[in-house]
C-alpha cells in the first residue's frame, strides 16, 4: 500500500475531530489488525470494531510504531500520539478509500454475483496479466471491508483493477457503488439461490446490479439480460456456445469460462493466445481439503489463499482437532508480499507448532517433511504457489474403488472393426446410459477426435447432454419421444421414427415450425420385435414421406436380434428382409439413404457382406463381444478397489451380516471399499464372487454389503489400501458377469455413479 498521505491530510478527508502531535507526518499503509503491522511507522491504525474490538488493541500498535490512529471511543495513549475520532471508523476507512479511488483513472472492474467472483477474477487475471498491470483484491474479500482494503492497493505502477464486491442484504451496495465507482462490471448472476435477506430473486438481482449504476458497461451471460435490461444497466452479453471452441465444457465452471474469456477477448488478448491460456487456468479448490495421507499423516490441504483469516482457520482447525498429537506447518511465503512475511509466521508460531517450515522462492520441500510420521500436516499457500501441486505426493495415491477405461485399447478395437468394413461403411457408435456406464461425455469427446461418423442414444436427454458437454457429432436418437420434439430440433438432434403416428406428429411439428428437410431416421422391425415400422407399412411410408418438405430420410435401418448365435441362419433372415426394405427405398427416392442393420456381433461376422452404409457398434468398442479373442479385440475396462481392513476370524466366529459366513479354521480376511451399491452384486455372496489380490484369488466371505465386502486372504501377503483388482487381467469381465449371471452389458451400466472414472490414454 502507498497511499502518499500526511496526517494532516487524512484528518481533512475523514472530517474527524483531529489532535495532531505532528501535521506533515507521512502515512502509507493502513492497518486494522495489530499482528499485521510491519512499518509501524508509516501506517495509521483504524479501530474497527468487528468481532474483536479494535479499540482494544491501540496499545499493542502503539507499541509496534503506530503514532496516527483513526477511532470512535476515548483511548488511553501516550502524549506523543496523534488521533482523529470519527463517529464509525468503518466508514472513515471507506471514505479513505473512496477518496484514494479517485486519484486514478485508469479501469475499474468490479465484480459481483453471489457465485463465482473469485474464481473469475484469478481466472481474469491470468488472462490479462501479460498486458495490463493489474491490481486486484488481494483475497477472497468482499465485504464493505475487503473491498475498501481492495481499493486502497490502487497504485502508479498499475493501469487496470478488478475488485470483488458483494451484498448480504438491500441498500448495502449503494455504498459500495460510490466507493468503487466501477468502470467495468462483471455480472455472475445469482445462482441457485438467494439469500434469505433478499425478497425474491429479483431483488436480489435489482440490488446486486446497482453497482454497475454508472459503469460504462457490465459483461455477463445471456441468461441474465432481463435482469440487466430491468436494472438499464449497458451490457455486453455472451454465451457458452460462442466459446465452445475454446474447450470450456472441459471445465467444471464452463459459464465462468466463458465470461472470463469473453471480457479478455474485449480487452484486446487474441483468440490465439486465449486459447493457449484456457489450458493453463489455475484450478481454485475454495475449501480446505483434509485427507489421511502416506506414513499416517493426516494431510490439511489450504493451498488455496494465504490471508489472515484463512490461515487463522486452518490453524484453529488443525491445534483444536485431536488426531494427531505431532502438528507441523509448512508455508509457503512465496506470493506474500514482503512486509506481511513476518506478521504470517507470527500468528502460526502463536499455535506453537511442533515444527514449521517457511518456504520461499526457492519452493523446496525440506526433506525432513517427506519423513513425518503420524503428524498431522498444515500446507498453507497461495495456489500460485508450488505448494498445491507438491502437496499430492503426500496423498495416498490410491483412491477407493475406481474403474479405469483404456482409450488405446478403444482406438485399438475401432481399428478392428473398421478392418473388418467395406471403406465407405461408416462407422456409428451407440453412446446410450452414459456410453455403456463409462461416463457422460468423455468416451463420445475421444470417438469425436478418432474420427467415428455418428453417435446414437437411446433417449432425448442423453443426446441433449452430449450436446451440452460440446459434442458435435450428428445423434441418432434411438427411441424418440413424442414430448420431446422441441429438444431434439432445439439441440439438433436426429430422431428414428417407428410409427405412422409418430411420423406424422413430427410432420406437424416441423410444419407448426415452419422447418424443412428435417433429416429422421426410419427404424424397421425385420424379427427383433421391439421397435420398428413393419416392411407392410413402406409404401404408406414412403407416400407420406413424398407428401411433405418437412422431413427427410436420412437412414433406414434395423436391429439383430440374435447376432451372436453361431448359427446364423436367423440374422440371415434378419438381413434378407431388410435388404427387401432397402430395395424399396432406394426405387422411392433419388437423394442418397444410408442404410444399416449391423451391431457389434453382426459387424464381426457380416461386416463385408451387410455392413451397407453404416454399421451401429457398441459392446466391441469396448471388447466384449463373444468372438472378442478370434477378434483381437481388446477388453478396455479395469475395476479396482482397496483393502481398508485386516482382520483374524477365529474358529466359531461369524463375518457379515445375517452371520452366513462361520469359521471353521482360523482365518483372515480383508475389508474391502466395495459394496453392492458400487454394482459388486449381492449375489456374488459367500463364495460365488472372488476378487484378484497379490497374485492370488480370493473369494467374498458372509454376504456383500451396500459399501463393503470381506474376502479370505489367508494365503495372501498383503496390507491394508494394498490394490484389488475386482474385473481386469484375472478376473475377465466374462468370468464376472458370469458368475453375476449376466451379460457384459449388465456389468458395465450397473457399476455405481459414485465409483470414479479414469481414463488413460
Ligand atoms: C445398443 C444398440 C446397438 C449396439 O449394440 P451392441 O450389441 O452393443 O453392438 C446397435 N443398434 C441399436 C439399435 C442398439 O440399441
Known sequence: MKLNLTYQLLAEILDGEAHLQIKDAEIDVVYYDTRLISQGQKGVFFALQGHKNGHDYVKEAYEKGIRLFVVSKTVDLPDDASIITVENTLSALQTLAKHHRTRFS????????????????????????????????????????????????LNDESNFAIIEADISKPGEMELLEDMIAPTLGIYTGVGKFYAENFNGVKEHHAEQLKLFKHANICFALEEYASPLRRSKINADLTTMDQWKDFDIYDFTFPKNAALVLHVADFLGVHNKELKEKILELPVLPNRMEVFEGQNG?????DTYNIDIDALEQALNYQFFSNERQEKVVVIDVSYVDEDRRDSITEIVKSFDPSQLFV????????EEVYKLKNASILFKGSFRSNLSKLVQRFKNRKHETWVEFNLKAIQHNIDVYRSKLPQTTKLLVMVKAS????????????????????????????????????????ILIMNTEMNAFDDIVNFCLEPSIFSLDQLNA???????????????????????NRLGFYPEDVEGIIDTIKNTKTVRVKSVYSHLADADNVDTEYTRSQIDKFGVIRTAFKAAFDQPITFHILNSE????????????MVRLGIGVFGYTSRAEKDELRPCLK???????????????????????????????????????????????NGVGEVFINGQRCPVVGNVCMDMTMVDISNVDCEPEDEVEIIGENITMQEFSE???????????SINKRVARLYVR
Open 106 to 153: 485508469y479501469p475499474v472492474l468490479a465484480i459481483t454475483g453471489s457465485v463465482g467472483k473469485t474464481t473469475i477474477k484469478e481466472w481474469l487475471y491470468y488472462l490479462i496479466n501479460d498486458h495490463f498491470t493489474v491490481v486486484r483484491s488481494p483475497k477472497s474479500y468482499n465485504s464493505q471491508l475487503g473491498a475498501a482494503l481492495s481499493l486502497l492497493e
Open 602 to 613: 453382426g459387424a464381426s461376422i457380416f461386416g463385408q457382406e451387410a455392413g451397407f452404409d
Open 739 to 749: 458368475k453375476m449371471d449376466t451379460i457384459s452389458y449388465e456389468v458395465m451400466t
Open 639 to 685: 475395476w479396482k478397489t482397496t483393502i481398508s481392513q485386516i482382520k483374524t476370524i477365529e474358529p466359531g466366529e461369524t463375518v457379515g451380516y445375517g452371520r452366513t459366513f462361520k469359521a471353521e479354521e482360523k482365518i483372515q480376511i480383508a475389508t474391502l471399499r466395495i459394496g453392492y451399491a458400487d454394482g459388486f452384486r449381492r449375489s456374488l455372496s
Open 435 to 474: 456410453s455403456y456406464g463409462t461416463g457422460d461425455a468423455n468416451i463420445p469427446h475421444f470417438l469425436q477426435q478418432i474420427g467415428v461418423d455418428y453417435l446414437g442414444v437411446a433417449y432425448t436427454d442423453e443426446g441433449t447432454t452430449l450436446r451440452e458437454r460440446g459434442v458435435s457429432l450428428p
Open 506 to 528: 413430427f410432420i406437424s411439428y416441423l410444419d407448426s415450425k415452419g422447418l424443412d428437410d428435417y433429416p429422421i431416421h426410419l427404424t424397421f422391425e425385420t424379427g427383433m
Open 359 to 366: 518456504l520461499d522462492e526457492d519452493n523446496v520441500l525440506p
Open 297 to 301: 499423516n493426516l494431510i490439511i490441504n
